[in-house]
């Protein structure tokens, strides 16, 4: 309600003082000054006119190239399902990191080794109940076929000298080695723990797994940067996959034509957009 009521009132306001300005001649008194002619033999001046024209050409191309590059980026098969695969990633990584615990903290009367001890069984403990969910998104984020996502960026974007996204890619790129290396790390102390139980493991566990939580929370928040960068939309995917299931069995659409098949998608595609479209309009007041 706030915001309708907001650009009612801006809308009448900027209508009211228009008709005011008209009203007492500012548009007609703006007409006429010296400063359109002057800015028509500007304009009119070859030197100018030719400068302008090249830095807006640039800029057309420039922004062109980011968006003909986007686009055709998430259009290859291989780079979205890499995209497809790291998104699952950083959804799970959103669920199981706010459960993570806390590392207490001590002071200087505490028991050091009691403390690690205790935030370790904690972690441990964590880890223990969502082993499945720290898998998985460890698998999406950091699998080294993503490598092939990120070549393609670094091919697609560095012609135009795109320092920002390279700067997101970096980050990445420097956080990959922690997650594939820690990972294995972490199940091997898991297996000599589960086949030897001592307080030493357990503590060697538990630091190793509170140092790489914080390695995949800032590796999910990297990739989330850069698909946001991209303008990577999952909604449309998993519509898309969602009708295209309901419509069609897969037993039988493998058996269709090519031909058939494409005209499917290309279908439902056009009811995914309209669907995406009319939701828009329906929550437009909405945040």
Known sequence: MYRKVMLSLTLLC???????????????????LP????????????????????IIGVVIIYKWQVWYSKRKLKQDFRCNECIEDIYDGIETVGKYVPLV???????????????RKKNAQKYVGFYLEH?????????????EGNDLLIDSIQSCFFINLNFK?????NNVKNRLPNLRNKYPEIEEL?????????EELMIQLGEKLASYFVDARFMAGYWKELFDYLEYDPTFIKLFVKTYNT???????????????NNQMIEVKREVRRAI??????NFWKK
């Open 131 to 143: 082993k499945g969910d720290v898998y998985f998104a460890n698998l999406a984020l950091s699998y």
């Open 101 to 115: 615990p806390e590392r207490e903290k001590g002071n200087k009367d505490c028991d050091c080794n009691e403390l």
């Open 14 to 32: 900027l209508i009211l003082l228009t008709l005011i300005a008209w009203k007492v001649g500012v548009f007609t008194t703006i007409a006429g």
């Open 247 to 261: 419509r069609y069995k897969f037993e039988d659409d493998i058996k269709l034509p090519v031909t058939v098949r």
């Open 165 to 169: 996204l390279l700067e997101i890619l």
């Open 190 to 198: 898991e297996k000599k723990y589960k086949e030897t139980p001592n």
């Open 277 to 282: 479209l009319r939701n828009k309009f329906r």
């Open 35 to 54: 400063f359109f002619p002057l800015v028509e033999k500007i304009i009119t001046n070859t030197y100018f006119s030719g400068v302008s024209c090249s």
